[in-house]
C-alpha cells in the first residue's frame, strides 16, 4: 500500500507559514528564513509566537509611528465603539472625518485646501492620478526615477522600481526624471548645487523629448521608501517646480512616508524644499496601525470632478478616531523634535559603524528614516545577500528593521518616533555587532 502524498514541508517551517504559503499569494514578500508572527506589543517592542520579545525599528512599514499599546489612541477608539458605529459610508455626516480634515488642511500649508480620505496610501496616490489628469486634461505623468508609489494599476504604472513593477501596462504615460537616487548614476559625484543643476536640466529634457508638452502632475517622495530612503539635496523639488509652474503642471507630494514630522526637520518632507505643492498624500503613520490615507489638495483641483464618488471605508468612524487621537499624541509630545534628536544620534552612531565596515557603503536619510547600503567591500557593487544576512543577525540579536533599495542591498531603519535614547544605544550596538558578523 503505498503512502498518501503529503505537501513538501521544510523541516523548520511553522505549521502557520505552510498555511500562508497554500491559501496567500507567493507575491507577498515575508521576512526572514523563519517568519515570526508578531502576537503582542506596547511601546518600542513587540513579541512573536515564541515568546521572544524584539526592539521594533521598522514600526509596521513606517505605519506604527508612535508604537504600540498607546492608551490614547486605544481610548478614543473604544470610546467610537461604545457608540456602536462602526461605519456609516460617506453619504452621511461623518464628525470626526470633517474635525479630521480641518486639521489636515490647516497643517497642510496649501491654499483653500480640501482633504479627501482613502484606505491606503496606494489608494491615496490612485486617487491624486485621477485628479491631476482629469484638472489638466492630460494622462502625461512625471515621475523620478526608483520611484514606488503603491501596487495599483495606476501607482505600478508611475513606479520606477523594476522590483515593485508588476505590469509594463498602465492607464497613463509617465516619463522618467533623475534626481531620487543620490548613489549612483551619471549625477553621482556632483556637489549639492551641481545635483540640482543637472536633475533640473534632465526634467527640462524630459519634458522636451518625452512628453507632448502638456503633462498633468509630477509626483515625488521628498525620500524614497521603498527605494532605499534615498534622499535628494534639499531644494531639490523647489528647483523642479519652478519648472513644471512654466508649464502649468501640478507638482504631487507624497508623503505616505514623510509624513507627520518623520525626517524630524519638518512636519512635511516636501518642506525641505521650499516649496508647498498643490496636491499632497498620506496615509501610513496617520493611523499608527489603522486603517487610513488620504489626499489634501487645492479646492479647485479636489472639486474638478464631474461624476459622483463615494469612499465606502475611506475616513470611517474608526478609523477616523484614532487618527485624531493619533495627531494630537504627535503634536502634544512634540515627536518631530523627538525624531531630530533620536535620529541625529543614530546618523551619528551608524557613521561611526560606517567608518569601521567597508560593508557599509552609504548611511542616508533624516530623522527617524535612514536608510544603510550595503556593498561588496573594496568598490559600490550592491551587496543584496550581505542584506539579507544582517536582517537575519539583527533578528538574532532581538532588532528588527527593514530591506529594501533599488537592489535590495538598503537596510531600513524607521523606529516609532517615541524612541528613546537607550533605545538608540541598544540598536547601534546590535547593529554593530550584526554588520561586524556579515
Known amino acids: 500500500m503505498t503512502e498518501p502524498d503529503v505537501p513538501h514541508r521544510h523541516p523548520l517551517e511553522s505549521p502557520l507559514l505552510e498555511r500562508h504559503r497554500a491559501v496567500l499569494p507567493s507575491w507577498m514578500a515575508l521576512y526572514y528564513d523563519e517568519p515570526i508572527e508578531i502576537v503582542r506589543a506596547s511601546g518600542r517592542r513587540v513579541t512573536d509566537g515564541d515568546g521572544r520579545t524584539y526592539l521594533d525599528f521598522f514600526a509596521g512599514i513606517l505605519t506604527n509611528a508612535i508604537g504600540y499599546d498607546v492608551a490614547e489612541i486605544s481610548d478614543a477608539v473604544r470610546s467610537q465603539l461604545d457608540t456602536g458605529v462602526l461605519h456609516t459610508s460617506t453619504l452621511y455626516l461623518i464628525r470626526k472625518q470633517v474635525e479630521l480634515a480641518e486639521r489636515i488642511a490647516e497643517l497642510s500649508g496649501i ?107 509630477f509626483i515625488a517622495e521628498p525620500i524614497q521608501g521603498v527605494g532605499g530612503f534615498s534622499t535628494p539635496p534639499d531644494g531639490m523639488l523647489g528647483a523642479f517646480k519652478e519648472v513644471l509652474d512654466e508649464h502649468g503642471i501640478l507638482l504631487i507630494s507624497d508623503e505616505v512616508q514623510t509624513g507627520w514630522g518623520r525626517t524630524g526637520e519638518h512636519f512635511w518632507g516636501i518642506d525641505a524644499h521650499g516649496v508647498t505643492p498643490d496636491v499632497m498624500t498620506f496615509a501610513k503613520g496617520l493611523g499608527n496601525g489603522l486603517a487610513i490615507g488620504g489626499v489634501v489638495a487645492r479646492g479647485d483641483i479636489m472639486d474638478c470632478l464631474g461624476a459622483n ?130
Open 111 to 217: 491654499p483653500d485646501a480640501k482633504v479627501f480620505f482613502t484606505n491606503s496610501g496606494t489608494e491615496a496616490n490612485e486617487t491624486a492620478l485621477m485628479l491631476a489628469t482629469q484638472y489638466r486634461r492630460s494622462n502625461q505623468i512625471l515621475t523620478l526615477r526608483n520611484s514606488y508609489h503603491g501596487r495599483a494599476f495606476g501607482t505600478v504604472g508611475i513606479t520606477g522600481n523594476r522590483g515593485w513593477s508588476a505590469s509594463s501596462l498602465s492607464p497613463v504615460k509617465v516619463g522618467y526624471v533623475h534626481g531620487g537616487y543620490r548613489y549612483r548614476g551619471p549625477f553621482a559625484g556632483l556637489d549639492d548645487a551641481g545635483y540640482i543643476d543637472a536633475c533640473t536640466e534632465d526634467l527640462r529634457d524630459v519634458l522636451r523629448t518625452s512628453t507632448s508638452g502638456d503633462v498633468a502632475a
Open 309 to 438: 464618488s463615494i469612499s465606502t471605508f475611506g475616513g470611517n468612524p474608526v478609523a477616523t478616531a484614532g487618527a485624531q487621537a493619533t495627531l494630537d499624541y504627535v503634536l502634544d509630545h512634540d515627536l518631530q523634535g523627538n525624531a531630530a534628536k533620536q535620529g541625529a544620534t543614530l546618523m551619528a552612531g551608524l557613521r561611526d559603524i560606517q567608518s569601521r565596515h567597508d560593508l557599509v557603503g552609504d548611511v542616508r536619510g533624516k530623522g527617524l528614516m535612514i536608510g544603510i547600503e550595503l556593498v561588496r567591500p573594496g568598490g559600490d557593487e550592491p551587496d543584496p545577500a550581505a542584506a539579507g544576512r544582517v536582517l537575519e543577525e539583527t533578528k538574532a540579536r532581538g532588532l528588527l528593521i527593514g530591506k529594501g533599495g533599488l537592489y535590495g542591498n538598503v537596510l531600513r531603519l524607521a523606529p516609532p518616533m517615541t524612541l528613546t535614547s537607550e533605545e538608540v544605544t541598544e540598536a547601534l550596538g546590535i547593529l554593530g555587532e550584526s554588520i561586524a558578523a556579515v
